[in-house]
């Protein structure tokens, strides 16, 4: 095994076992896991449907996208979108600096740990294609596992508008993934409702 691969799949055992402490669980075939554990493993698997040769700092970022995510709680914002702009910036930023401490414990230079945050900072979206691809994997990953969930906690109005702004943020080949995910018919057709059914729908 190369330095190379040992100092990789170090970065991962540490970022697990972070997202291991999760006191939040979520069942899934089964059996209950730390929730923000699963997220990890589900954004991994989708980044490499995607892009099975994806970058390693583009790797890492997926894995690490909601580190130790439970310990900035939505209630310690106001409940408006003032609030809830306030919460995720500051989530970006606490993710960036959690991680950049694993990545430089196991080893990895700066440029990469500044790879890797500014794909955590959402930093040039829609210019950058691996932050274009990373953030079609994680809303494929809202889409297939917590929109069901979330749906049943919202009104369909906010839901409408959710689903539109999640779409904007997609390509073209992200959207066609969306819809050709394994979703409940309910779940399908509010999501076609809400965007249509051509993957560039709007």
Known sequence: MSERTQRFEAAIEHLDAANRQDPNTESFKGEDHPKELLYAQ????????LAPDASEPLRLAARCQHIERWKIPRSRYPRDRVGYLRWRTELYGFHAETAGGILREVGYDEPTVERVQGLLRKQHLKTDPEMQLLEDVICLVFLESSF????????EEKMV?????????MSPRGRQMALELDLS???RTFIEKAVGTGADAE
């Open 42 to 49: 589900r954004m991994t698997h989708w980044l490499e449907h």
């Open 148 to 155: 069901s969930d979330f749906a049943k906690e919202h009104p």
């Open 161 to 169: 508008g959710i689903i539109r702004k999640t779409w904007r943020k």
């Open 185 to 187: 018919e309910p779940d």
